[in-house]
């Protein structure tokens, strides 16, 4: 079984991916990005607010994403995200990075294709 | 509904993000969290639950705050913040600016251990003096309000050239009754008498006063109480208190002693208390003190003028000396008035008064002028220090122009240079004084060892402590300031420039050093100059002839105890067995006893009349030195027969009639006429001094000795009288002294004198065993010692002027190098650079000794007290310390000239 630490490591490495990947089609505030990494994980993978949110900051002072303020009548304004051509293409080298790297640990730790 | 935004505001700091985006990551954070709030509670969950998800989704705000910072860029939280007293002191720039100096001064090994050097030296003599001072002349006395205590005297201005200390017992009735401005009054005397100390009969030295005297001092007994009045009734007296030293001899400490009786002199004594270790009136041999009881005798008007007591007195809060002035004339007159009508214009005559003055500024009188003479020679050598110092940091800073350029081009600040070079300076001058401080405290403990200084109230306190540390600061400030200089009056873009090429700092620097090394040989000239005369001084003392032999003598004293010797019989007995026996002893030239062993310090005097002598109108009553002696003294002393005979057994029974005078006494009664036969009265008391008759009982003069300086060179009141000699057997006094003259070394013979009067009386011990040469020395003991430390002063001054003078000669060599390179270049020969740098240098040097001798023409009269024999001006002292700082100087020039000779001239002449 994986350890609490082992998981943590994996997700540090990968939760520039993870958050990345989900503005890809349409931008979105930071509630909705942490519900769809835990849907489409399948609960695996959890971000509050206090994992979450540094990510967003980082990714945005990088100028990965861009944050902007949306307001809606009647309800409390909230921050939409979308990826900037920058990001864009930080998510394609970082999933290629990924998925060599996985190949590799694959063979070397003889892990079958599942 | 919940409030997130102010649950946010809560946790999150404004310093963990950026400033202008606090608010809005505020409503970022409330808004996502209220979302997940909402979220639960549509989902069914209870307020309750929601709201702990909610914050759950922060676990630790600490470290979420930490993150924020490093994702926005903002600085993140300190974890150790440097601690607010030191940002808010500006520590951190002096820490910075100590550790900068330590570095640097370990790296300029040459210039930091000169000037520690000059600093410990230096201060470190001072630190020494200022402890002596400190204790000596500014507490001499410890006691609470010391400067309220007064001393009251007897002074006889016309017939005594000298100060008076004492008074006579019926003087304290008297001032209790008009010396109302008083609170406290007390008559006292030392007393000397024998106790058992280890089994031991030992000497003991006490002090006897009426029981308001430990009152008056505000002594606090550490155990038992002190006396009280019904202590001090004739026939009562018999209690003692004991002081520190003596309660640790007798008892060990052991408070049990109080109410113990002591056997001293003969009589048992009641101890009722005890005084603490720090009481030290008196003088560390005070060992005990006995309530004085007045006899109605001594009350008496018969003994008015019987001088011997001292009376002091404590000033009502308020009060002044000025109102116990005019009370003291008033109460003279009084008295005047009731004096007897043959007696009153012989007390007029005297000049008789009655004197006040402060009692401390009586007990320092003696020592004062030789320590506030060393204390001025130690400041001066300090100040000629200091001028090197200031010298050695001039240079310095020259040859750092470099190092300060670099510092200022890298962007520091002027005054930031600054501020680092005073904490090099107040560096050093801190250490120099700690070091100074060391150096006093093993010179003091080194002068206790050898018993030269015994006064425990001579330490380095906090006093001293305090002034040397400021001291040193001080010192340490001004090679700072120095050592900056440059940043004062160089412009910058000099220092910055190479500013070792440039000039030396212009004219009025130049002159400046020059100045400060003719005022250091001035002031090392009249170091010199004091030290010269006080050598001639102890010289011409010890060339004194005393009119008594001091090689192959010694002497003894002893005190015959009251109970065994109650008749004078007695004493009359022992003294002939004593001295029979003693003579008896092989290597005994000759023996004698007398009242008054010469330069033992005690002395007796009193009044002479000779018959028929008529006084000048005015002339005041002759007082002299009076000394019980018996036959066999003046041989064993050495003192020579100009007329007539010794003492002999003629004069050994109690009516003998005869007094022997020295040729003073005679020249002054009766000139070139015969002494012989003629007759003298000694009066007892006042009433016997008023008249003279056919039934006075007359003394004849059986002989003429030569003068004795009996007390010393150094005394000077009456001593031109002259003294007369009475024979022992009359009054047997119980309190004398042996003097024996030896063939060999008197100090061999000790034992054999010791055994020879214990056989004649086993419980008496001698005291105070000394030979004449010893004594002498003594006597002159401070005198030496002053001469010797003014010595090393001179010494030292002279020695550090020297270095001053290199400093500047060999500075003034390098910076005018390329000039002698030029003269040699053009043809001139290397002796003749020589001259110009001796030239230079023994200029300087001529110009201190000009300047010094007008110093010690003008200041000669402050040392004139301390002089024997030799005035402050005397030439010969004068031209030979001249030439000693010739000798010195020249020999500081040599260095230097002979570098500038040798000089690489094509070295100088192509640098650029």
């Known amino acids: ?114 | 509904m919940r409030d997130f935004v102010a649950h946010v505001r809560r946790h999150l700091s404004r310093r963990d993000v950026p400033e202008d985006r606090f608010d809005e990551i505020v409503e970022e954070l409330a808004a996502e969290l209220e979302s997940r709030y909402t979220t639960l509670l549509e989902r069914g969950a209870s307020d309750e639950e929601a709201w702990s998800a909610a914050a759950a989704q922060v676990p630790s705000w600490s470290s979420f705050a930490r993150e924020l910072a490093s994702a926005t860029g903002a600085p993140p939280p300190q974890k150790q913040r440097p601690s607010r007293l030191r940002m808010s002191l500006g520590l951190d720039r002096w820490l910075h600016d100590l550790k900068l100096a330590i570095r640097i001064l370990r790296k300029d090994r040459g210039f930091t251990v000169t000037a520690l050097a000059t600093l410990t030296i230096c201060l470190g003599g001072h630190a020494a003096i200022l402890a002596g001072v400190n204790g000596v002349l500014f507490h001499p006395l410890r006691i609470p309000e010391a400067d309220r205590v007064l001393l009251m005297a007897n002074q006889y201005p016309a017939v005594e050239k000298r100060w008076g200390t004492v008074s006579a017992p019926p003087d304290y009735d008297d001032r209790l009754r008009h010396v109302t401005v008083m609170e406290e009054q007390a008559l006292y005397n030392y007393s000397g008498v024998t106790l058992e100390i280890a089994g031991v009969p030992t000497r003991a030295l006490g002090i006897v006063g009426t029981p308001s005297l430990l009152r008056l001092l505000r002594a606090r007994p550490a155990h038992g109480r002190l006396f009280v009045d019904s202590e001090a009734t004739p026939g009562n007296e018999q209690s003692i208190i004991l002081s520190d030293r003596l309660f640790r001899e007798l008892y060990n400490g052991d408070p049990a002693a109080v109410g113990r009786t002591v056997r001293v002199s003969g009589r048992e004594l009641t101890i009722v208390g005890v005084l603490p270790r720090d009481f030290t009136f008196g003088g560390p041999d005070v060992r005990f003190w006995t309530p004085l009881a007045l006899t109605e005798r001594q009350r008496s008007d018969d003994a008015r003028h019987s001088n011997g007591w001292t009376s002091i007195g404590r000033l009502n809060p308020g009060a002044t000396i000025e109102q116990v002035r005019a009370q003291l004339k008033a109460l003279d007159a009084v008295n005047l008035e009731r004096t007897t009508p043959k007696l009153k214009p012989i007390l007029i005559n005297t000049g008789f008064y009655t004197s006040v003055e402060p009692l401390a500024d009586v007990v320092v009188r003696d020592v004062q002028g030789p320590l506030s003479m060393l204390w001025g020679a130690s400041i001066v050598v300090l100040v000629i220090g200091l001028g090197n110092l200031g010298n050695l940091a001039f240079a310095r800073s020259r040859t750092r122009l470099s190092e300060l350029g670099t510092r200022l081009a890298i962007g520091a600040g002027r005054f930031d240079v600054i501020r680092q070079q005073l904490v090099e300076g107040v560096l050093i001058g801190g250490l120099g004084a700690g070091a100074a401080l060391a150096v006093g405290v093993s010179i003091l403990s080194t002068l206790r060892r050898r018993e030269l200084v015994t006064n425990t109230a001579i330490q380095i306190d906090l006093t001293v402590v305090g002034i040397t540390i400021g001291l040193g600061i001080v010192a340490g400030v001004i090679v700072g300031l120095v050592s900056a200089s440059p940043l004062f009056t160089m412009r910058l873009s000099s220092i910055l420039h190479d500013g070792t090429r440039s000039r030396t700092g212009g004219r009025a620097v130049r002159a400046t050093r020059r100045t400060l090394v003719v005022a250091q040989m001035a002031c090392s000239f009249m170091l010199l100059v004091g030290a010269g005369l006080l050598w001639v001084s102890v010289r011409n003392l010890l060339n004194v002839n005393y009119g008594f032999a001091l090689d192959n003598v010694i002497t003894a004293g002893v005190n015959l105890p009251q109970p065994r010797y109650a008749a004078d019989e007695d004493a009359r007995s022992l003294v002939n067995r004593s001295l029979d026996s003693i003579r008896r002893l092989p290597g005994v030239v000759a023996a004698g006893a007398t009242t008054v062993v010469p330069l033992r310090g005690f002395y007796q005097s009193g009044v002479i009349i000779a018959e028929g002598y008529v006084p000048k109108p005015g002339e005041p009553a002759v007082a002299t030195v009076r000394s019980t002696v018996t036959p066999g003294y003046f041989e064993a002393a050495g003192t020579a027969l100009v007329r007539g005979r010794y003492f002999d057994d003629r004069d050994t029974a109690e009516s003998t009639r005869s007094v022997i005078v020295d040729e003073s006494l005679a020249r002054r009664f009766w000139r070139d006429e015969d002494p012989i036969g003629r007759r003298v009265f000694r009066p007892a008391n006042a009433k016997e001094l008023e008249s003279t008759g056919p039934d006075t009982p007359w003394l004849t003069v059986v002989g003429v000795v030569r003068d004795a300086q009996l007390r010393g060179p150094l005394v000077t009141d009456f001593g031109t009288n002259g003294t007369v000699y009475f024979p022992y057997a009359v009054t047997a006094p119980r309190d004398f002294g042996y003097v024996i003259r030896t063939a060999g070394d008197p100090a061999a013979l000790v034992p054999d004198i010791r055994s020879a009067l214990s056989q004649v009386d086993r419980e008496l011990p001698l005291f105070d065993i000394r030979t004449m040469s010893q004594r002498s020395e003594l006597t002159l003991l401070s005198r030496t010692s002053t001469m010797q430390l003014a010595t090393l002063f001179a010494a030292v001054a002279v020695f550090l002027s020297a270095i001053g003078l290199y400093g500047v000669l060999a500075y003034l060599v390098t910076q005018r190098s390329r000039e002698i390179g030029v003269r040699l270049a053009v043809g001139s020969a290397p002796r003749e650079i020589v001259a110009l740098v001796l030239r230079e240098g023994l200029g300087l040097a001529v110009g201190g000794v000009l300047l010094g001798v007008v110093g010690a023409l003008s200041l000669g009269r402050l040392v004139a007290s301390q002089l024997y024999g030799v005035t402050p001006t005397n030439p010969w002292v004068m031209v030979l310390m001249t030439l000693m700082l010739a000798a010195v100087a020249t020999l500081a020039c040599i260095v230097p000239a002979r570098r500038a000779a040798n000089v690489d001239v094509m070295k100088i002449l192509s640098a650029p």
């Open chain 1, 1 to 114: 079984m994986n350890t609490p630490t082992d998981e943590h490591s994996l997700k540090k490495g990968t939760a520039e991916l993870l958050v990345l990947a989900q503005l890809e089609d349409e931008p979105r505030h930071g509630y909705d990005i942490a519900t769809r990494i835990e849907q489409r994980s399948h609960g695996a993978v959890v971000f509050n607010v206090a994992s979450l949110y540094p990510i967003l900051y980082r990714l945005e002072a990088q100028g990965s994403i861009s944050g902007w303020w949306v307001e809606r009548a009647g309800q409390r304004r909230r921050r939409f995200y979308k990826l900037t051509a920058a990001g864009r293409k930080k998510l394609t080298q970082q999933r290629e990075t990924w998925s060599v790297f996985m190949a590799a640990v694959q063979r070397a730790a003889g892990l079958e294709y599942a």
